[in-house]
């Protein structure tokens, strides 16, 4: 029972390195999400993929775009790394949405631009 | 913009106590969740309460909402210090797109 799955577990980038944050999950979710968490300010949506072959925009995509592969997969990727982006990243995925169903998250990606 | 706000940002307890955590939120919504986080981890679901619904237990858990005053309550009887951990609502709403969106969570820490 792997649920969701996140690559890797820690990065450390340089300011304006790219990189990609690969997430899995093996429940036939249809939905899936990438979330930041920074002190204090709670966890803040990036971008969900609501089924395979959608994406949209969350509370803070700015300096991130993402891609669902298929539909088990939904990949996190930084263009031009800025310190500001230092942050633990968590990818969740629930059936269908998040209406009246509960999300599953993976264990984080703890990134530091440096 | 924070939809739902944790009140306590932190709480200690002694194990064996109650311990309860509120949350707030601003507009109408079609549930409230609520997760654990423990340290340098994952956040685990606990509890989902639908809007038409007042009350919902599970295990020691006993979560409450009031949509008249927007807000929820998460009671942990009989504390134990494995119940150490961060804990956040989260709500489901057409407002903010029917996405899970986060409150910045309570601290519990409950000491043995």
């Known amino acids: 029972n792997a649920g969701v799955t996140q690559t890797p577990k820690f990065q450390v980038l340089k300011t304006g390195q790219s990189m990609t944050l690969q997430c899995a999950q093996d429940?036939?979710?249809?939905?899936m999400y990438w979330y930041r968490q920074d002190p204090g300010m709670g966890l803040r949506l990036i971008y969900y993929?609501?089924?395979?072959?959608?994406?949209d925009k969350g509370e803070v995509p700015n300096g991130y775009n993402v891609s669902r592969l298929n539909k088990r997969e939904f990949s996190l990727r930084l263009e031009s790394a800025a310190p500001s982006q230092t942050s633990v990243y968590f990818c969740?995925?629930?059936?269908?949405?998040?209406?009246?169903?509960?999300?599953?998250f993976g264990q984080g990606t703890r990134l530091t631009v440096v | 913009s924070q939809q739902g706000e944790e009140d306590p940002q932190a709480l200690s307890i002694q194990e064996g106590e109650n311990a309860t955590m509120n949350c707030s939120y601003k507009?109408?919504?079609?549930?409230l969740q609520w997760y654990r986080q423990n340290s340098g981890r994952g956040l685990v679901h606990l509890i989902l309460i639908r809007s038409n619904e007042r009350e919902k237990h599970s295990g020691r858990l006993r979560v409450t909402l009031d949509t008249s005053k927007k807000s929820s309550s998460l009671l942990i009887t009989a504390s134990r210090a494995a119940d150490t951990a961060s804990y956040f609502c989260a709500t489901d709403s057409m407002e903010y797109g029917n996405k899970l969106v986060f409150g910045a969570g309570t601290i519990l820490r409950v000491k043995s």
């Open positions: 969740a995925s629930s059936a269908y949405g998040t209406r009246n169903t509960e999300a599953f």
């Open positions: 429940m036939n979710h249809n939905s």
């Open positions: 507009t109408s919504i079609n549930n």
């Open positions: 993929s609501a089924s395979e072959g959608t994406t």
